[in-house]
């Protein structure tokens, strides 16, 4: 950096009265700040007043103005860019495609069949000496012609040529989603802006632009994105858990605590602050640089340590703090707490997978023992023939023959493919979800949404459009249908009005003139002030000017609105030496605290208990029944004697004299109604949680349709529901909450904490058959518990604060309640995707088990050759789950009830289809195997010698085969049963172009295959033939299909999800330390299955936008949105392969260990 300093100080020669030692002019050098920022509460302020006086000493030092900001000049930002650095944080390397490529070849059955093609390489150019060739037996007789024998190599060539196919293609498939989700990233990291001033004005930059010495205005609900230190704040507390892992909220004040650090949260209030430390050099960028210290260290640190939940556990040495020690352990605690369940589909396919592979690796143990028992036996038992030693070799190649074949059969059983199909099918659906506004941050989100049995939605922006208008008031004694006309006010009310509102709300909060000619004014800022705002300007006055002559420095207290106040309050000092409080909120809360009201005159009247009965029945009820939100506008005089106490709030905010209430509107918006009326028919239940009074509230609800007249449902308050869920004792019970929830439409007058106890009584709840699946909207921080508690968090891309969108797992980039809609969809179809290809999957598997060893049984030999199984393993795994993945959903998707978790993968209906085309498939081929010679008037295949050539009769049967896989792949299009499975194949032109390419490629491979795939050419007749019989699929599918579920009582599901009762952390982690085990035992078949799995998890969470980025073995969680490029981009290069190697067990038994902490 000293360099870059130092040559830019010769172009500003003018800047240096501080001294040749300061960089490029400005009065703090880059080590001085980052050293600063390290400090915090009295240590600071005495560095700072030490230093530079005080923080307007240190804006003087950055040459930036507090009120003003920086100039915006480009060179002058520039400079600060060279000398300070960029708000930005370089990502790590993306993996090459080599190192791609040496993972995909870490696969342990691939290095299986490498190892044993070379052997019978190596082996096939061996020729035993002639003379004794006949003391061998029969073993190598057949091969009379010299050029055939000498053609022993191919087999192995051809499978290693296979293996390098399917690296390749493996390879391949992760690169190109890397590269989609790093263009995503970006996009996303483009997106995100931070109010800052320059030259005076409140202007919008994108995050990496800010500069050291900018002036950045902080509110409740931001994300900082840099270090800086305040210059003003009222009532600011941020949230700064994610740094030093407190969980209390910390106040900050000029005079008590001015340091700010990036990455931490604004809970509550506002301020304005003086950035100090951008990028690298910000407290979140140290951290940052710790991590990616070296990239060697890391990968070493890799293969211990274990991503868990998308955050890397590194083993670092936490950060300079006095309690180490005890944060760490704080943290162990927090980490062990409530995690998210894996999601239901992931949980489903890793048992299926672990059956699957068990009776694979059972079914390719039998063969080769059976071929080498059955060789043994023939040979030296009842060939009577002795082991003569120069015939070893020509013995081990029969073994290796039969050690492949067993290889193939496992190949074919273990679906690698699964993860496969489920990777595509979620990375196609987040991609198309964007266009449908979803941008989903956690992939498994997408498909739990197909499953949400109950979605708890926010009123305001989500059903609503937010666009809040004043429509009635009451103001002087009269209550106003419209906007009244400012003369008909009194002069004296209608400018206490106009202070009141104008001083009391965000100064961030605008109503701007609109861009177009016609369009509406914008708001920009709170919306709720934006209203009030705008009844301002529609009573023909302005509220700028009131701005300009009261600062916002020179407010002299400010309350600011929290979801306990439910209102916000602002002191000013008078002329006279007193003092003045202005109050907004919500009437029923602030009328309680009024004493007066002001009457035509602008007189104050006294306002008695019996008067706000009066208001409350004949104002308030009517606009709430209206559809209305009611704000009370209201003010207090304190007298210039003695300083009342400012921090007694209650005392303070009390005694108010009303000045007016108003009456917002929030229209619905107009796509809503449809879109709740979809889900209903989808069997999903929409509750509406608001803030707002409950008549307000019901007014919504029945114009969404949320309730319809003459049902029976239920709309509480916060309290009656508090009331109906406690015991005596003040605890929630969830039996009560049981009798309450199924019949609650409406929640109004909700705290956060309600919102997050239903979501949660949802979620724990044990009444209905199965377990609720529960999705969630919010907007504010405070919805942060509710979303992450909820299966599915939605926060609003538009309306919604960092906090809410940090702890989401779906961003509603146009905050619109149909959206939401498209998520079901689409979880819906991936479910039904990843369904279809199991369905494929498992007739192919089993049919190529049963074949391949009943064949090596009774012939000895495999009709399919290890390379032919290799081509239907490709054709099964890689094309059919892109072409069954990617099929788009469509609107019939909704009429259906939604699964639920304890809904088997492979249904009873699926599980028929897989059965009866697999009778089929089977009577097919073994006909073909022990009479095809007879049909087909050709040589038999069977029994054929070592290295014989090709037959047209096993060419015949696996052509046949690979047929009927392709019209098979067509029937798996439909899963539940319907007849038309050709309905939309064109909407899907991946599907009909592999279905296409595959039987071009299989055209090739028959006819000019040869020797490598062991096939023989075969005649246009013979083809007809191959063809007729694969079509015949078709045909049985309709047959299939006429035979009704029903009457199969024998039929069994597969595929359960977890057991009902939802198991505990520990449970959970001993299962999974279970699963581990096996996996080793088993091979790395099922390992490549987790690792695909764990991968999937792994690499979707990338597309998470604020994302928690490191945890120092679960220390520091620190989640930042500026800085999530460089962990999220680790995440998805790094995928989990490393955990798993077979040969370290001790980190493949760490992989699930939910405790965050690596196992060494």
Known sequence: M??????????????????????????????ELRS????????????????????????????????????????????????????????????????????????????????AAIISLGLSFYAPPGEQSDACGNVSAGAEDEGEAEAGWIEGAAILLSVICVVLVTAFNDWSKEKQFRGLQSRIEQEQKFQVIRKGQVIQVPVAELVVGDIAQIKYGDLLPADGVLIQGNDLKIDESSLTGESDHVRKAVDKDPMLLSGTHVMEGSGRMVVTAVGVNSQTGIIFTLLGASGEEEEKKEKKAKKQDGAVAMEMQPLKSAEGGEMEER?????????????????????????????????????????????????????????????????????????????????????????????????????????????????????????????????????????????QSYVGDTHYKEIPDPNNLNPKILDLLVHAISINSAYTTKVLPPEKEGALPRQVGNKTECALLGFVLDLKQDFQPVRDQIPEQKLYKVYTFNSVRKSMSTVICMPDGGFRLFSKGASEILLKKCTNILNNNGELRSFRPRDRDEMVKKIIEPMACDGLRTICIAYRDFSAGQEPEWDNENEIVGELTCIAVVGIEDPVRPEVPEAIRKCQRAGITV??????????????????????????????????????????????????????????????????????????????STIGEQRQVVAVTGDGTNDGPALKKADV????????????????????????????????????????????????QLTVNVVAVIVAFTGACITQDSPLKAVQMLWVNLIMDTFASLALATEPPTESLLLRKPYGRDK?????????????????????????????????????????????????????????????????????????????????????????????????????IVQFGGKPFSCAPLTIEQWLWCLFIGIGELVWGQVIATIPTSQLKFLKEAGHGPGKDEITDEEMAEDEEEIDHAERELRRGQILWFRGLNRIQTQMEVVSTFKRSGSFQGAVRRRSSVLSQLHDVTNISTPTHVILSAANPTSAAGIHDPGGESIP
């Not at 130092?6 to 020669?13: E, P, Q």
């Open 2 to 31: 000293g360099d870059v300093a130092n040559s830019s100080v010769g172009h500003h020669a003018k800047n240096q009265q501080h001294g040749a030692n300061r960089a490029g002019g400005f009065g703090c050098t880059l080590p």
């Open 36 to 115: 600063l920022m390290e400090l915090r509460g009295a240590e600071a302020l005495q560095k700072i007043q030490e230093t530079y006086g005080d923080v307007s000493g240190l804006c003087k030092r950055l040459k930036t103005s507090p009120t003003e900001g920086l100039s915006d000049n480009v060179t002058d930002l520039e400079k600060r860019r060279q000398i300070y650095g960029q708000n930005f944080i370089p990502p790590k390397k993306p993996k090459t495609f080599l190192q791609l490529v040496w993972e995909a070849l870490q696969d342990v059955t691939l290095i299986i069949l490498e190892i």
């Open 331 to 471: 943290e162990k605690k927090k980490a062990n707490g409530p995690k998210k369940e894996k999601s239901v589909l992931q949980g489903k396919l890793t048992k299926l997978a672990v059956q699957i592979g068990k009776a694979g690796l059972v079914m390719s143990a039998f063969t080769v023992v059976i071929l080498v028992i059955y060789f043994v036996i023939h040979n030296f038992v009842i060939g009577g023939r002795t082991w003569l030693s120069n015939c070893t070799p020509v013995y081990v190649q029969y073994f290796v023959k039969f050690f492949i074949i067993g290889v193939t059969v496992l190949v074919v059983a273990v679906p690698e493919g699964l993860p496969l199909a489920v990777t595509i099918s979620l990375a196609y659906s987040v991609k198309k979800m964007m266009k449908d506004n979803n941008l989903v941050r956690h992939l498994d989100a997408c498909e739990t949404m197909g499953n949400a049995t109950a979605i708890c939605s926010d009123k305001t922006g989500t059903l609503t459009t937010n666009r809040m208008t004043v429509v």
């Open 687 to 764: 509750r509406m949680v608001t803030g707002d009074n409950i008549n307000t509230a019901r007014a919504i609800a029945a114009k969404c349709g949320i309730i319809q007249p003459g049902e029976d449902f239920l709309c509480l308050e916060g309290k009656e529901f508090n009331r109906r869920i406690r015991n005596e004792k003040g605890e929630i019970e969830q039996d009560r909450l049981d009798k309450v929830w199924p019949k609650l439409r409406v929640l109004a007058r909700s705290s956060p904490t309600d919102k997050h106890t239903l979501v949660k009584g949802i979620i724990d």
């Open 793 to 840: 968090g939605f926060a609003m891309g538009i309306a919604g604060t960092d906090v809410a969108k940090e702890a989401s797992d779906i961003i509603l980039t146009d905050d619109n309640f149909s959206s939401i809609v498209k998520a079901v969809m689409w979880g819906r179809n991936v479910y039904d995707s990843i369904s279809k290809f199991l369905q494929f």
């Open 904 to 1004: 088997p993968l492979i249904s009873r209906t699926m599980m028929k289809n897989i059965l009866g085309h697999a009778i089929y498939q089977l009577t097919v081929i073994f006909t073909l195997l022990f009479a095809g010679e007879v049909m087909f008037d050709i040589d038999s295949g069977r029994n054929a010698p070592l290295h014989s050539p090709p037959s047209e009769h096993y060419t015949i049967i696996f052509n046949t085969f690979v047929l009927m896989q392709l019209c098979n792949e067509i029937n798996a299009r439909k899963i539940h049963g319907e007849r038309n499975v050709f309905e939309g194949i064109f909407s899907n032109p991946i599907f009909c172009s592999i279905v296409l390419g595959t039987f071009g490629i299989q055209i090739v």
